[in-house]
Each structure stands twice: as C-alpha cells, then as structure tokens.
C-alpha cells in the first residue's frame, strides 16, 4: 500500500491551498485517514483526521479554517486550507489506516498504518 500525497507551495498569508492524498495497492477498506505536519525544530503533531463514516476532527489550531473530507470510493483524502498564517507553514503528512486485502482469504487482512512522503506548505509574504 502507498499513500501519494500532492498540493503544497508556497501561499501567501490569508491565502488558500488543497492538499490530496491518494491510498493505492492492496486495499480492503481504508479506516480512519488524515493529515500530520511537521515544522523545523517541531514534532510532528495531528492537524486533521476523517474517520471511515466521514466524522471529522481537528487541532484546535486549524478549526474553522481546515476541512478535511474523504472520497471512500477512490480512498482518497483533502485538505482544504483557508486562511493561512506563517504558523501553517510545515511538511504536511498524509496518514491512513490501511485494512490490508488478504489474497489468500480473498477478505480482510490486518490493519497496517501507512504515511504519505511529505508535501512542503510555506506561507509567507
């Protein structure tokens, strides 16, 4: 299973971007997915996830300016980033939790935590 991840750049403050990300491979069901950043000298820390279901959740840091949704259809997940401060900026990481399709059984595997390569978002003026 890979996770693809697209969309970041260079934005201004205030501005907008849309990040995706797209699970492919061996896949029965994707559960919960999301998106991670990371800032220089920073931990990673949790921005947004969407549950399989579509209830969403997010850092207090981005409610009211993030949306994050799913396409189950083609396991895919986005973000949506509106006002953007220079806080923002960071290596966002999208994330899944991957139930692995069993050829042998031809039904569900085990459940495997998967990580997109990284996509650099750089708000400043």
């Known amino acids: 299973v890979q996770l693809q991840a697209s969309g970041g750049g260079l934005v201004q403050p205030g501005g907008s971007l849309r990040l995706s990300c797209a699970a492919s491979?061996?896949?029965?069901?994707?559960?919960?997915m999301g998106w991670y950043r990371q800032a220089p000298g920073n931990q990673r820390e949790l921005v947004a996830t969407?549950?399989?279901?579509?209830?969403?959740s997010y850092a207090d840091s981005v409610k009211g300016r993030f949306t994050v949704s799913r396409n189950d259809a083609k396991d895919t997940v986005s973000l949506e980033m509106t006002s953007l401060k220079p806080e923002d900026t960071a290596v966002y990481y999208c994330?899944?939790?991957?139930?692995?399709?069993?050829?042998?059984?031809?039904?569900?595997?085990?459940?495997?935590?998967?990580w997109g390569q990284g996509t650099l978002v750089t708000v400043s003026s």
């Open positions: 491979g061996s896949i029965y069901r994707v559960n919960d």
């Open positions: 969407v549950a399989y279901g579509g209830r969403a």
């Open positions: 994330n899944a939790q991957v139930v692995v399709f069993d050829m042998a059984t031809m039904g569900p595997s085990y459940e495997f935590d998967y």
